[in-house]
């Protein structure tokens, strides 16, 4: 079949590579001039597959008018009648019992993922500054300690490696750990989470795709829609013409909706803005990626860089001037939690912002749709990087299923 994918970030182009290793003819179109420019450029870099609990949970619900009112830092609301009806909706899912079961589901198709990314890796050889670094997340006070045995229990008998350190245990795991202005009262500690640069992998898996495969891909070139006849899809219009097509796989991100509202399709998704900072290393930069959970960001290493990244703003635009002032944020938090981390002084500092595509269930939207040939791969939220080679995956699979029926 020939299909176009639109979307170049990861996962797009995860998408696009199961799309092709199936016989497709595969084309990705992507508005920015190159693969990986938009929310997958700058990311945490933490593929978190023991770490993916649902947003929705009682625990979220308590915490819900401190966000509201913008009274955590690590938030900022900009409220608006759409987001408070998928608010409603998120309250849905909230219940212990949902959110676990959410959870479950999340944690095995990170399991497959993770999977699926060994066999990438050695299918391909690229390479994106992967490592098996392990994660830590700083918790503090007995309901955080509690509710993360409780999530550890539930992920047990999936094989999960999860365990709770103290404070001087974790030290023994990181020593990184003893020049953090505190020693964290507990962490939860994985030794099979890795990172990698999210936005490395895109584009060096879209350059094995255009070397190996028939795929090819289009930047620089803005859709704007699908074209269907007899409610089948057969081309993707273009500002400079079209692609004539069989299927279309929709990786758009937050921008989804905007091309499926015309034919009649709406995605319960709204856009969580993250930030980040990429800094040289500094004295003692961790190995372990750490995540400062209180803070609500995270610590990565990539190779001889630090990259900050974090907050969780429901806002919609946000200029360059806002953009510096929650990495300024983010840069202030970091230096007063962890000053021998990074180089804080550097003088070129890379600063990001990116808006992570959210579902009221946490989970991601990998399905056909009730357009002969449309499929959507979207949704991921804070997931995308680690959930990428599981989706992508998983859509191929059900392009294949509907080409048979």
């Known amino acids: 079949m020939r299909i176009a994918v639109i979307g170049a970030g990861v996962v ?6 199961y799309l092709s290793l199936s016989g497709h003819d595969v084309t990705v179109v992507d508005r920015n001039a190159g693969p990986g420019e938009g929310t997958s450029f700058a990311n945490g870099g933490q593929l978190s597959y023991s770490f993916s609990d649902a947003l929705g949970s009682p625990e979220f619900i308590r915490a819900l008018p401190g966000l509201v009112m913008n009274k955590d830092e690590g938030a900022r609301v900009a409220l608006s009648p759409g987001l408070a009806l998928w608010g409603l909706k998120l309250l849905r899912h ?18 497959r993922s993770n999977e699926l990314m ?15 670094s392990g994660k830590m997340i700083n918790i503090s006070g007995a309901d955080a300690i509690r509710r993360a045995e409780h999530a550890i229990r539930l992920k047990n008998e999936y094989g999960c490696d999860n365990v709770i350190l103290t404070g001087w245990e974790a030290v023994e795991v990181e020593p990184a750990l003893k020049t953090f202005s505190e020693l964290p009262e507990a962490c939860i500690y994985s030794s099979g989470d890795q990172v990698g640069d999210a936005q490395m992998f895109t584009a060096s898996l879209s350059e094995w795709l255009s070397s190996n495969t028939t795929c090819r891909f289009e930047y620089g070139e803005p859709v704007s829609g699908i074209s269907t ?4 899809t057969n081309a993707v219009e273009l500002q400079s013409g079209s692609i004539d097509c ?11 909706n905007a091309l ?28 372990t990626s750490i995540t400062a959970h209180a803070q609500h960001f995270v610590f990565s290493r990539l190779g001889e860089r630090i990259r900050i990244a974090g907050f969780a703003d429901f806002i919609a635009e946000c200029d360059d001037q806002q953009v510096r002032q929650r990495t300024d944020d983010l840069l202030r938090i970091a230096r007063a939690i962890a000053p021998a981390t990074a180089d804080y002084d550097a003088a070129e500092k890379h600063r990001w912002s ?3 595509p959210m579902t009221p269930n946490s989970q991601p939207i990998v399905s056909a749709t009730p357009i002969d040939g449309l499929f959507i791969n979207t949704g991921h939220g804070m997931l995308g990087w680690t959930l990428a080679c599981a989706s992508g995956d998983t859509l191929a699979t059900l392009v294949r299923e509907g080409a048979a029926s």
């Open 260 to 287: 499926l509202r015309p034919l009649g399709l709406k995605l319960p998704i709204r856009g969580m803005r993250g930030y980040s900072v990429t800094l040289p290393v500094g004295e003692h930069p961790p190995v």
């Open 229 to 232: 006849s007899n409610r089948r």
């Open 246 to 256: 069989d299927a279309v796989v929709v990786c758009a991100g937050t921008d989804s």
């Open 94 to 111: 909230s219940s212990r019992r949902q959110s676990d079961e959410l959870s479950l589901k999340t944690y095995r198709n990170a399991l």
């Open 354 to 356: 990116g808006v992570r």
């Open 12 to 17: 797009g182009v995860a998408t696009a590579y």
């Open 118 to 132: 060994q066999s990438l890796r050695e299918h391909t050889g690229i390479e994106f500054d992967y490592r098996d």
